[in-house]
């Protein structure tokens, strides 16, 4: 199955919630990895099954000592945990200081994460830039999602980290805006400013915001969950990028080009 990374140039646009959103609309099984650095959002804003709280030495730093003799679907959902709702997911480190307890794990975590066999990942990677730790996790993914809202400084970010990330990244790359539903003109001003870039962008949504339906996950929601724009969009968000996905990569079509005779490879 495949890995999505999702992250952030610059600010806090909505990584983790978007994260969060996708997760729990996600068509197939799932997993939601933390592999941002910073620390751990959902340990603090999300609760396990019945209202419990989240065991928050279970995650990326137990894993990183059990993983040593190897990774795989075991070990990863081992170190993993399930939210109220039943979304799977390992949770980041509990502050940055723990970083160095994982220094080894991301490039293996990456390739492990985009071959698991019983789940997509969506990979919360928080701020990305050339220096960062999880740069390798990014790298891995099939499909890499940079996360904006339609701010000038917001999407002037955006631009040079996209310039800079396209020569540290071959997947093929996507941008989400979080924007007021009704702010479409912001939105397509986004789409213009990307437009004017020589890096192919090959996907983009507009994901809403939305107080009310992010308050959800924030631990906060009251109401009807089902009924707010976030979830609407995110629905179609969610399905559009898991059929992405879950197409066979270029590569693995010339693979299988490669290997079978000609008019037997079908997409
Ligand atoms: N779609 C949205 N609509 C309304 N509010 C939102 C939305 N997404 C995020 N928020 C709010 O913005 C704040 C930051 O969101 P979030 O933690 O998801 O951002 P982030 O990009 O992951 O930030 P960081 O870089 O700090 O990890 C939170 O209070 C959250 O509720
Ligand atoms: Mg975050």
Redo the contacts with the bound molecule.
């Keep these: 199955m495949a890995l999505v990374a999702l992250a ?1 140039a610059k600010g ?7 994260s969060l959103v996708l997760g729990a609309l996600w068509p197939r099984q799932v997993l939601l990895a933390e592999c ?1 650095p ?1 620390g751990s ?1 959902v340990a603090i804003r999300m609760t396990a099954p019945g209202g419990q709280p989240l065991n928050s030495d279970r995650g990326l730093l137990s894993l990183a000592a059990a993983g040593r003799k190897g990774l795989g679907d075991e070990v990863i959902m081992a170190h993993s945990q399930q939210l109220d709702g039943g979304l799977d997911v390992m949770l980041g480190v509990r502050s940055p200081e723990q970083i160095g307890g994982i220094a080894g794990l991301w490039a293996p975590l990456g390739l492990t994460f985009n071959q698991m066999h019983s789940a997509d990942v969506l990979a ?1 990677c ?2 990305i830039g050339p220096a960062s730790p999880q740069l390798p996790v990014v790298q891995a993914a099939r499909l890499v999602v940079l ?1 904006c809202t339609a701010t000038g400084s917001s999407v002037a970010h955006l631009r040079e980290r996209l310039s800079s990330l396209v020569h540290h990244v071959d997947a093929r790359l996507a941008v989400m805006v ?1 924007a007021d539903p009704k702010r479409r003109d912001g939105v397509k001003q986004v789409w213009s400013v990307l437009d004017a870039m020589s890096i192919q962008i090959h996907h983009r949504w507009h ?5 009310v ?3 959800f ?2 631990g906060r929601g009251h109401g009807r969950l089902e009924k707010t724009a ?1 979830i609407r969009t995110g629905s179609e968000i969610a399905a559009d990028m898991a059929s992405i996905v879950g197409m066979p990569s270029q590569y693995e079509y010339d693979m299988a080009q490669a290997a079978f005779p000609e008019g037997e490879v079908r997409r």
């Excluded at 806090?12 to 978007?18: L, Q, Y």
Aim: aromatic fraction near 8%.
């Design positions: 952030s806090s646009p909505g990584v983790t919630t978007a941002d910073a959002d919360d928080g701020r996360v979080v994901l809403a915001y939305d107080p339906g992010a308050s996950f924030d976030l």
